[in-house]
């Protein structure tokens, strides 16, 4: 039986068009790639009839080492809070098993016709529960 792949993982062949005039990934770059990352996890979320809108609240990011033209990237994304009308993803990415950089991304569950903050469903709290780092 074939095991199910981890849609908590992905991996990117970092393409010429994020890299900067020195080599390197562009910062903006980073983030591009690890919202990807959640939004491959995202996918899988149980949807309602109701669901909020998700904004990014805020976003941090560390730098280990520049990643470069055709390095392949690892992506792995944990969730590190259950918030009320919030949610904090963590993403590491590794390349040949060294850290490059870890990201923080900070969600906040919104009305989509009011924009005001609501609380996240039931459901889908209940579903992240199993991502916690």
């Not at 199910?4 to 993982?9: F, S």
């Not at 983030?31 to 998700?54: C, K």
């Not at 040949?96 to 005001?116: K, M, T």
Request: proline share 6%.
């Amino acid at each position: 039986m074939e095991q199910a792949a981890d849609i908590t993982v992905s991996e990117v062949r970092i393409p010429f068009r994020d890299i900067d005039m020195h080599g390197h990934m562009h910062n903006a770059a980073y983030y591009a790639h690890a919202e990807a990352a959640v939004a491959h996890l995202w996918r899988h979320r149980p949807e309602g009839a109701n669901d909020p809108v998700y904004f990014v609240r805020k976003s941090g990011c560390t730098f280990h080492h520049g990643l470069r033209l055709d390095d392949v990237a690892r992506f792995k994304v944990s969730l590190t809070r259950i918030g009320a009308t919030s949610l904090s993803f963590a993403v590491a990415i590794s390349s040949e098993g060294a850290p490059a950089a870890d990201l923080e991304i900070v969600w906040v569950a919104v009305d989509p016709a009011s924009r005001q903050p609501v609380n996240v469903p039931q459901p889908v709290r209940d579903w992240l529960k199993s991502f916690l780092a």
